[in-house]
């Protein structure tokens, strides 16, 4: 599915969702206190096949021009995990908006280790 604008009278302005996929693992990456990006089953094939996959430890689902994101992470062991499951999704949803102008509806953090 893509996420589609009409901004201007030129035409429309697609964006896929593997782009949004490496926007969002950017900015997880860059939250203080995630230590890593875990890996889903579709990073782990692709990247079997050698092909590296960008979105590693992130799923996007768009519908209805609405995008929702699931964020798999480990996070650094001396930080405190809710308020750093907060603040990834504070910076991914931002990030997105600012780089796409398009407003996310949900982040959600799934915590798979603590390292």
Known sequence: MRIQEDKTNLGNIEISPEV?????????????????????FASG?????????RGRGVKVE????????SIYVSLSADRNVHETAERIQK????????????????????????K
């Open 20 to 40: 949004l996929e490496v926007i969002a693992s950017i900015a997880v990456t860059e939250t203080d206190g995630v230590h890593a990006l875990q890996n889903n």
């Open 91 to 114: 910076n991914v949803s931002q990030t997105i908006r600012n780089m796409t102008e398009h407003d996310v509806k949900e982040v959600n953090v799934h915590i798979v280790n603590i």
């Open 45 to 53: 094939n692709f990247e079997k096949i050698g092909k590296k996959y």
């Open 62 to 69: 768009t519908r209805d021009n609405e995008v929702r994101l």
